[in-house]
């Protein structure tokens, strides 16, 4: 009965050790590691600010046994401005990516999503204008899913930054 008991114990510590090996996160130290990463990392440009550019960028890549990004693809993006700063920080993640044991190489999908923090009547504007102006970039080959890990997706805030406009100076007649 003892070895019986000791070899279910076994058996289920076994089971539970597999289980968490297949369940970390593929980023070096967890998801909040990776999330305050990209809030420390992904700046959003002032063009976006000023356009009020909002939307989701979709990014497919690639990551070598060093945990390196081998290869990066735009799956897709509601305009190409959103995909700038995402590139940048999605750069700088080099050697920080885990892939499950026994792969050469392996690929994520990680979704970011970009919005303004608090909009304004203004800012409001001009996100319909940026809507309506955008340009989506869509990829033309499916991903099959069952080769991929979604990562949780990535939220970034932003302060709409109305452009300047400069006013010509009326001449007074002397």
């Known amino acids: 009965?003892?070895?019986?008991?000791?070899?279910?114990?076994?058996?289920?510590?076994?089971?539970?050790?597999?289980?968490?090996?297949?369940?970390?996160?593929?980023?070096?130290?967890?998801?909040?590691?990776?999330?305050?990463?990209?809030a420390d990392n992904l700046t959003v440009t002032d063009l976006i600010k000023q356009r009020a550019a909002n939307g989701v960028v979709v990014m497919k890549f690639t990551s070598d046994e060093k945990g390196s990004i081998i290869k990066m693809v735009v799956y897709y993006a509601d305009d190409a401005s959103l995909t700038e700063p995402v590139i940048r920080a999605m750069k700088g993640t080099n050697g920080k990516w885990i892939i499950p044991d026994k792969q050469k190489f392996y690929d994520f999908l990680i979704p970011f999503a970009i919005n303004i923090d608090a909009p304004t009547a203004r800012a409001s504007k001009a996100m319909l204008q940026f809507y309506n102006n955008r340009s989506p970039i869509v990829a033309n080959d499916q991903i099959p899913l069952n080769l991929v890990s979604?990562?949780?997706?990535?939220?970034?805030?932003?302060?709409?930054?109305?452009?300047?406009?400069?006013?010509?100076?009326?001449?007074?007649?002397?």
């Open 150 to 174: 979604l990562l949780p997706t990535v939220q970034v805030k932003y302060t709409y930054t109305p452009p300047v406009v400069v006013k010509a100076a009326k001449k007074v007649a002397n």
């Open 1 to 38: 009965m003892k070895k019986l008991i000791l070899m279910l114990v076994a058996i289920l510590s076994f089971s539970y050790a597999m289980a968490q090996a297949e369940m970390d996160f593929p980023f070096q130290g967890g998801s909040k590691v990776m999330s305050d990463y990209f």
